[in-house]
């Protein structure tokens, strides 16, 4: 179901079946088209807001069968690139609505590509879900740089000037870096599962202290 923002009023709508979409990414230079992004296929829509319908057209990969995970458009809506769970970079040429080719050659980033983000001169920064962020170059699909974080990178923010990035992970741990060498700075951290307990000294209340399944951290009210 496409939706207006503004107004909140349903637009169009299509049934998709069974096959539940992952991720959903508009173009950028136009508001009635968009991808989706399934286990083992993809979708490239477009939306005709008068009738209001809603036309699809699967690409085909081929022998290729993977579970997508993310999506980047690039700037001029020429190509899109992929995020698997096994690990690799599949691009799609858009004008042609076709399967152009995967990367990077003989890389698989553990446990899955989570996040996928584009930079302006022609690279794409990559999170995986075994702590590595790479900087992996689109026109040759070779991985420039990369690092280890602790926990699976769930997130990637640009930084205004597009030099920098925070990258988060699934161990509630925050990383500072700079676009040209990946080299993780931590930030900050917090408990990554459930807090049991909270405690308070008796009679200070700037301080106070929580547990979690596995560290117990001490807080300083004033500073949070």
């Known amino acids: 179901m496409i939706w207006e923002v503004e107004s909140g009023k349903a637009v169009c709508g299509h049934a998709v079946g069974s096959n539940v979409a992952n991720k959903i990414k508009f173009f950028n230079n136009t508001h009635n088209k968009f991808i989706t992004i399934h286990n083992y296929g993809m979708r490239v829509w477009t939306c005709d807001f008068v009738a209001k319908k809603v036309a699809y057209h699967d690409i085909n990969t081929g022998q290729i069968k993977r579970k997508f995970q993310c999506i980047e458009i690039n700037d001029d809506d020429t190509s899109a690139y992929l995020g698997t769970l096994t690990g690799d970079i599949i691009e799609i040429d858009l004008v042609r609505q076709l399967y152009k080719r995967i990367g990077p050659a003989k890389k698989l980033f553990q446990l899955g590509i989570n996040v996928l983000q584009l930079l302006p001169n022609d690279d794409m ?72 307990d909270i405690a308070f000294p008796s009679g200070y209340s700037e301080l106070f202290a929580t547990c979690s399944f596995n560290d117990i951290r001490v807080w300083n009210a004033l500073t949070r």
């Open 125 to 196: 920064l990559v999170g995986a879900g075994d702590g590595t962020i790479a900087k992996v170059n689109c026109a040759s699909m070779s991985v420039k740089s990369e690092a280890k974080v602790m926990g699976a990178v769930t997130s990637i923010a640009l930084l205004a000037d597009k030099g920098h990035f925070f990258a988060g992970t699934a161990k509630a741990t925050l990383y500072w870096c700079d676009t040209d060498h990946i080299k993780p700075e931590l930030r900050n951290t917090c408990h990554y599962e459930k807090i049991n």
